[in-house]
């Protein structure tokens, strides 16, 4: 489904116009999309996971809400302010963690291709998500394409349908990215 065939974008768009019944099916849409995505994301986590998909979304969507839905443009849009609101809820979910000084078992979701597991350890998800952070800074497309994998639970061929460009680019720009967190969190190429 292209960009502008998707009925997510149109209905953002006519509830951006002030059409309501256009905002509430697009709110709809938002939370179920966000509740597949926690699922995916944290369903690898098992009976491990103490952050369940419920509150991931809970916290998410309450960070997109904060943003008011209607200012979001387009599935693109959409998916790049679900992917960091699902990320901040994760690192805010291990800051918690530190803080409470009592370590435990977090969530559990597998980076692809060797990086490191970000929940399993707290300061680890953090030092996870400072690297992302300076990545950012650095080349925000590819820090966008891990972004959306990681956290948005894309599939290459839905990133590239959103960037608009081929998997084997997405495939080349994820494991540029994975490289460049390896480093950056002190492990080898």
């Known amino acids: 489904m292209t ?19 256009a905002g509430g099916r697009a709110y709809a849409e938002i939370y ?7 699922a995916r994301q944290l369903g690898r986590a098992g009976a491990q996971a103490t952050l369940t998909p419920t509150a991931l979304v ?21 998916f790049n302010l679900a992917a960091r609101a699902m990320r901040q809820t994760v690192v805010d979910y291990a ?4 803080a ?13 291709d060797g990086l490191p597991d970000m929940h399993a350890d707290a300061q680890r998800a953090l030092a996870i998500d400072q690297a992302l952070g300076v ?3 650095q080349d925000a497309e590819l820090a966008e394409t891990f972004t959306w994998r990681m956290f ?10 959103l960037r608009g460009v081929t998997e084997r680019t997405v495939h080349r720009d994820l494991d540029l990215a994975r490289n460049y967190l390896r480093l950056a969190l002190g492990g080898s190429p």
């Open 3 to 21: 960009e502008e065939q998707s009925p997510l974008t149109e209905w953002l768009r006519a509830a951006g116009s002030g059409d309501r019944d």
């Open 32 to 38: 179920a999309e966000l509740r597949r995505i926690a």
């Open 58 to 78: 809970n916290e998410a969507f309450l960070k997109l809400a904060r943003g008011r839905l209607e200012s979001i443009n387009d599935r693109r849009h959409f």
């Open 95 to 98: 800051r918690e963690r530190l």
């Open 100 to 112: 409470e000084k009592r370590g435990g078992d977090l969530v559990r979701t597998e980076l692809d």
């Open 135 to 137: 990545l950012e800074r």
């Open 152 to 161: 948005g639970g894309l599939s290459a061929k839905q990133i590239a349908d």
